[in-house]
């Protein structure tokens, strides 16, 4: 009994949560502050991204904003394949674009963070914008970031999406869990409440960058370069989430179960420092992981078995009240028969993911 007491009141919380969430949708406006252009500095690490860096490149070299006020700098981090040549053909056609070269990775610091480090240290825009190698920018990204901050702005997290122009339904399936965690994110910032953002679509001042010291306190952590620098900048300053249309971004989708899975769980191992960072969020994980556990710990429970349907149908609601506010606020669509096949499958690799992130069982680029 107490252990179906335990389940209900972990899924009460859960619905909590989401209300949360949606309410904090509901306060998403399109922001714009005085239409200014500060210097900006447009940061991409790249590792490998052959097959999409000439489409992010020209998508960037189009953007309209004042040439005179951008750079863009790409760091090619021990790329084995074309990439590098393709940076050269850019910077060598462009004035604002730099290619970044590394052959080694840095004792001292992670790659990515490195690469990134490496790239900012090597500009002097007031504000940073960040993306990645597989994404598609569309023309007004610069413009519309910059135009979110105000003076009491330290960084703005912007919308990214799995880009369905292959609409397998597997990448549909990518997209509605992109869109779960996006919409999250989305809603606690809609409270003022920096809990993480995506490296896909970023952008801060680079005074606050400094402030934090850089990547330095995270040196050696090897993900959530994103989600550090939401939580470390948003302690002293205003953060803001842009749902000017203008600014969205997608990438591309995994192009395998594995690699899927393998994102999910490294994308789970960040929570293992938020008990230092952030307790709230780190609780809405622990809530998440359990609500989640319910179906895998029900089959050894006869007494929670017998109320799972009740239990499935809450957190049902309670997803698709925040899955339903965020297609809207951020203009990213779904099936219900994805709905339906992601609401039975969650419960399954969720607490999977969760288990292996914090045992750190995934791989990353090297």
């Not at 780190?282 to 109320?307: K, P, R």
Request: charged residues 15%.
């Amino acid at each position: 009994m107490i252990l179906v007491y335990f389940f209900c009141g972990s899924i009460c919380l859960y619905s909590l949560f989401t209300i949360y969430f949606t309410l904090g949708l509901h306060r998403l406006k399109i922001f714009k502050g005085e239409q200014s252009f500060p210097t900006i500095s447009i940061i991409v690490s790249a590792r490998n991204e052959e097959s999409n860096l000439q489409l992010l490149l020209n998508s960037l070299v189009e953007q309209d904003y004042p040439k005179e006020k951008m750079e863009i700098v790409i760091i090619s981090d021990r790329s084995t394949d074309g990439t590098w040549q393709i940076i050269s053909d850019f910077s060598d056609l462009y004035s604002f674009v730099k290619g970044i070269k590394l052959d080694k990775k840095n004792d001292e610091m992670t790659p990515k963070k490195y690469a990134l480090t490496c790239g900012i240290n090597n500009t002097s825009g007031e504000i940073i914008l960040s993306t990645d190698g597989d994404c598609i920018i569309p023309k007004g990204w610069a413009h519309s970031m910059v135009n979110s901050f105000n003076e009491d702005t330290g960084i703005v997290v912007g919308r990214s999406t799995i880009n369905l122009s292959n609409p397998s339904f597997f990448n549909s399936y990518q997209s509605l869990d992109f869109l779960g965690i996006m919409a999250a994110n989305a809603g606690s910032i809609g409270w003022n409440n920096g809990w993480s953002g995506s490296g896909q679509n970023i952008a801060y001042k680079r005074n606050a960058f400094e402030e934090i010291d850089g990547f330095r306190p995270v040196a050696k952590a090897i993900s959530g370069d994103d989600m550090y620098l939401v939580q470390s900048i948003s302690k002293d300053y205003c953060v803001q989430f842009n749902i000017d249309a203008n600014s969205f971004v997608s990438t591309q989708p995994s192009t395998s179960l594995k690699d899927f899975m393998n994102q999910r769980i490294r994308w789970s191992s960040n929570s293992r420092s938020l008990w230092k960072t952030n307790i709230f969020f780190l609780f809405f994980l622990i809530i998440t992981f359990i609500s989640n556990s319910i179906l895998i710990v029900s089959l050894w429970s006869n007494e929670l078995l017998s109320i799972l349907p009740l239990l499935f149908i809450i957190k049902i609601i309670s997803d698709g009240l925040v899955l339903y506010t965020g297609s809207i606020k951020l203009d990213i669509s779904f099936h219900k028969i994805h709905f339906v096949v992601w609401s039975i499958l969650q419960p399954i690799y969720i607490p999977i993911a969760g288990a292996l992130g914090l045992l750190g069982w995934f791989k990353w680029k090297e």
